[in-house]
Antibody
Framework: QVQLQESGPGLVKPSETLSLTCNVSGYSISTDFYWGWIRQPPGKGLEWIASIYSSGSTNYNPSLRSRVTISIDTSKNQFSLKLTSVTAADTAMFYC????????????WGRGTLVTVSS | EIVLTQSPATLSLSPGERATLSCRASQSVSSYLAWYQQKPGQAPRLLIYDGSNRATGIPARFSGSGSGTDFTLTISSLEPDDFAVYYCQQRSNSPGTFGQGTQLEIK
């Protein structure tokens, strides 16, 4: 059974960098699929952030591109997200998920991790 | 980017009734549209992809239709477990975008 699990600090200070990791179990991420990050501010809708393939090929949402880096570590079977210069507007539930293409639907999701930006 | 507009924002129905949710795209997305269900405190769940294909394990009471700019998610006979927020998402153009959601609530 394939599972995704997000991890990272739940509280980040304004202007600092948000760093999250998604650990994948039950499947080798080097085999296939793209892997992505989606966020959801409290009480609001979903926003795709970025996706990455095992080869390192990436796709970013232009609205966040200047602040986001997605990376993958196939040896650890995990992928990561960094979001720089955060503000309160970046407070959200962050989900990692699996998709079949760089612009795709997400058929398997982690439970999500809430990140609050506050001093 | 492609904007998806969902309607209505809130839909109040009773169990056993038929639910019809709409998603309209700002430009054609062909059939590259999906529907998700999200319950409180949970991640979204993929229901329908490519306009009308049910994802693995999704009951037959959920169906999707449409192409181009207008899409519909139909739940033929609502069960108590179906009351949730529903989102559409397009993958025709990057960035993939989501609609703002329709809250399906118990009347």
């Amino acid at each position: 059974q394939v599972q995704l699990q997000e991890s990272g600090p739940g509280l980040v200070k304004p202007s600092e960098t948000l760093s999250l990791t998604c650990n994948v179990s039950g499947y080798s991420i080097s085999t296939d699929f793209y892997w992505g990050w989606i966020r959801q501010p409290p009480g609001k809708g979903l926003e795709w952030i970025a996706s990455i393939y095992s080869s390192g090929s990436t796709n970013y949402n232009p609205s966040l591109r200047s602040r986001v880096t997605i990376s993958i570590d196939t040896s650890k079977n995990q992928f990561s997200l960094k979001l720089t210069s955060v503000t309160a507007a970046d407070t959200a539930m962050f989900y990692c998920a699996r998709t079949r293409s760089s612009v795709g639907y997400f058929d398997l999701w982690g439970r999500g991790t809430l990140v609050t930006v506050s001093s | 980017e492609i904007v998806l507009t969902q309607s209505p924002a809130t839909l109040s129905l009773s169990p056993g009734e038929r639910a019809t949710l709409s998603c309209r795209a700002s430009q054609s997305v062909s059939s590259y549209l999906a529907w998700y269900q999200q319950k409180p405190g949970q991640a979204p769940r993929l229901l329908i992809y490519d306009g009308s294909n049910r994802a693995t394990g999704i009951p037959a009471r959920f169906s999707g239709s449409g192409s181009g700019t207008d899409f519909t998610l139909t739940i033929s006979s609502l069960e108590p477990d179906d009351f949730a927020v529903y989102y559409c998402q397009q993958r025709s153009n990057s960035p993939g975008t989501f609609g703002q959601g329709t809250q399906l609530e118990i009347k």
